[in-house]
């Protein structure tokens, strides 16, 4: 076990690191305002901390090595002379992490004497105090509101904005994918070329943002459609599988619409308890779907292989169809 004055060294040795992390942005400031700027200098904080990709690894594994130092330091006199600003660094940490999908929480002895030290500012859970230190209404209706997106475009830290964007927009297509295998494929691959693109520095960070703003409007386009041409989330979710094909755009929205209520009225009578799980069952419905989509025009091979894709996006609901 390690001795005290050697935790304590270590302890130091890391807040230095740490420190000089923030070298060129005065970070110290937020213990000297009031309560009303002191989220404004957190997320500036967190702002320089996401500049660069080595620098915010390397800031989270710093930070996360200086608190179980700090954990096992308390209660001396050391730990106590930077007892704030460990309580700051983590949470910059903390909000750098709800960007992250991966972003592991911390060891429970080290989270117990954090939340000890933390103030009520600090502490607070979620992303709505980041965008009410930025001046920004919370979204009631996720990211497909245009104000809401005209706001966080305007935001001073680009790089908060971005992370902020990329999750709200990967949430809204991990919610999509469950649904609508067609969206989620869409938009997933349009979020990571953007997001490429960024990371090599072929776009800037005004650009990006301007490019996952689209994705959003998309998204929203998506839906209005799907309300213009009548059909529920679920029948709209075979559209956008089988409208996407350059050799169906001859079928216009109506046929369009009688193909695919062909098709959900037929897997649903022909579908079991289980069925998408039974290989016999399924390729019983995929030679169904494939005449169906033959009778409406469809070749041969692309039946088939649009057929396939029909039987996937079913699987998502199959529960469904079986119950009504």
Known sequence: MLDIEEIIKEMKTKFEIVEQMFHGFEYKRYFKVDNSEKLKILLDATNFILKNENLKNKFLSEVMALSKLYAMAVPSYESQVIRDEVAFFQAVKSRINKFTPSGGKSDKQ??????????????????VDIFEAAGIKTPTVGILSDEFLLEIKNMEQKNLTFELLKKLISDEIRIRKKRNLAQ????SEMLQNAIKRYHNNQIDSTQIIQELCEIAREMKLEDKKAEDLGLTPEEYAFYCILAKNESTKFLEDHKMKELIHVIVDTIRKNATIDWEKREDV?????????KILMRYGYPPDLAKIEAERVIEQSELFAAELINQ
């Open 110 to 127: 080290v989270e117990t004497v954090i939340k000890q030290i933390v103030d009520e500012a600090l502490a607070s859970d979620g992303i």
């Open 184 to 187: 989620g494929k869409k938009f």
């Open 282 to 290: 399924r390729a019983k419905l995929r030679l169904t779907v494939k």
